[in-house]
């Protein structure tokens, strides 16, 4: 598998405090990778350092075939590169129509947002149906997306980042406050999304991971503690000490 994104040697303080410590891991093209670790083990403090949000004081993150480094980007720039991130509360248009949220993240070619009121043509119909079928939102598409459940409302966050066709898409927590079936759902979303596309999910649910069935990195104190399948990791030593034996 070619390397999608190369994190290496990166660290991050906070007011004298390291939270991330010279961090270095590769995510492959179309890879699946959960990222787990106990609270404040810096995941998403990685997330932030991807996505632009946070600049460290060392290191490189280098992406794509032309190996460019993100580091040298603003978070706009880094967007445009095809890096999409959901945070952890829904940030959908309540007010609007699944199927305008839908409308309005698509990717157009010219770089701009369709603005809200326009006629959207045919390919573009037909992309939102695309993307409201592998959200599992086919039958709510005209409903106000503030009626939707929680992790109905997740799901279409999820739809409106592949409507940007990321070639990253980094999750924090996507499990949080839903359901067991909710969850199930997510996990089958996010493995779809990942035939085409690399996903990175942190997440605490064991289940969850499980069932993602892909490459676990598990963060401790800012680095890489253990790496590999998930039965691997957790029946590392240092990792139950640090996580599982909480
Ligand atoms: N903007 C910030 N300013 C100061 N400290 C921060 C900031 N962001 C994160 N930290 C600290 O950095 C460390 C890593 O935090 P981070 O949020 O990345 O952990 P996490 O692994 O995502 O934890 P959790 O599982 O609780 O979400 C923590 O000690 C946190 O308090
Ligand atoms: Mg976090």
Redesign the pocket.
């Known amino acids: 598998m070619s390397t999608l994104l190369e994190v290496s040697g990166v660290s991050?303080t906070?007011?004298g405090?390291k939270?991330?410590r010279n961090l270095s891991f590769r995510i492959g093209e179309a890879e699946m990778r959960a990222i787990i670790?106990?609270?404040?083990?810096?995941?998403?403090?990685?997330?932030?350092i991807v996505t632009g949000k946070?600049r460290p004081d060392e290191g490189r993150v280098i992406w794509g075939e032309k190996s460019v480094n993100l580091l040298r980007m603003n978070e706009a720039r880094i967007a445009q590169e095809g890096i999409g991130r959901k945070f952890q509360r829904p940030t959908v248009f309540e007010d609007q129509t699944v199927h305008a949220n839908l409308l309005m993240s698509l990717r157009n070619p010219r770089g701009s947002f369709p603005c809200l009121f326009y006629r959207p043509n045919r390919r573009d119909q037909v992309r939102v149906e695309e993307l409201a079928e592998e959200i599992g939102l086919s039958g709510e598409l005209h409903r106000k997306s503030g009626e939707l459940s929680h992790g109905q409302k997740q799901w279409l966050e999820i739809g409106m980042l592949l409507a940007q066709e990321p070639r990253l898409l980094l999750v924090?927590?996507p499990a949080a406050g839903m359901t067991l079936a909710e969850r199930e759902h997510t996990t089958d979303l996010l493995k779809e999304a990942a035939k085409t596309r690399a996903v990175v999910v942190?997440e605490?649910d064991m289940e969850f991971v499980r069932r993602l069935e892909c490459k676990v990195t598990v963060?401790h104190e800012?680095s890489v503690l253990a790496e590999g399948s998930l039965d691997h990791v957790t029946s590392n030593p240092q990792v139950i000490e640090v996580y599982l034996g909480r």
Do not use: C, Q, R, S
């Open positions: 991050v906070f007011d405090y939270a991330i670790g106990p609270n404040g083990a810096g995941k998403t403090t990685f997330m932030d946070t924090d927590e942190v605490h963060l800012g």
